[in-house]
Each structure stands twice: as C-alpha cells, then as structure tokens.
C-alpha cells in the first residue's frame, strides 16, 4: 500500500507508514466470503425444502406405519419371484378379503 503523504510503498497489511509514521487508509475487503456464506445458506434452504418436499410430503400416510397394516390393503392377486433361489414358488397367490 502505498503512503498518501509521503509515497512510500509499504506492506498491504501495515496500519501506519514505515518511513513517515502516518496511519494508511484501510485497504478494501473482498465481498467473496460474505457471498459465498449467503449462497450456501440459500442452496442449503433450497435443498432442505426439496427433500421435506419430496420426503415427508409426498408420503401416503395410510402406508407409512406397518404396523398397522390391515388384511384389505394386501387383497388381491400377488406375483411371486423367488430371484435366485432354487425353491420352487408358485408364480403367484391369491388373498381374499375375509367377510365376518
């Protein structure tokens, strides 16, 4: 940084002058760190309201909980894949509903 008074041309970091003692304007920050912090922070609340979108809205709550899996949500015909064991399978089974 050069020396306003005196034109000495001193070290960018230097608060005062080194041959004439005055103090030397401060030298201009960069705005690349505030930018780059503000830019996560939107990428970062984008990207969690798309996954809380795709994630938690989008679930069917009737199936979310097994627990509570009843006999007329698994009714019908089902097909049956054994992948790569050697058991034989019947290619598919039947579930009727129960009628009380």
């Not at 005062?16 to 005055?22: A, L, N, P, S």
């Not at 930018?35 to 996954?51: C, D, E, N, Q, R």
């Not at 009737?62 to 790569?84: Q, T």
């Amino acid at each position: 940084m050069r020396c306003p008074t005196c034109g000495y041309t001193n070290l960018p970091k230097e608060m005062y002058c080194k041959q004439c003692g005055m103090s030397l304007p401060k030298a201009p920050r960069s705005k690349l760190p505030l930018v780059i912090i503000i830019s996560f922070l939107i990428f970062t609340a984008i990207g969690t309201g798309v996954a809380y979108y795709f994630g938690v809205l989008n679930n069917d709550p009737k199936y979310v909980s097994y627990d509570k899996l009843e006999l007329n949500d698994i009714a019908g015909r089902w097909k049956l894949d054994d992948g790569e064991m050697t058991t034989k399978l019947p290619r598919s089974i039947t579930i009727k509903k129960r009628s009380l």
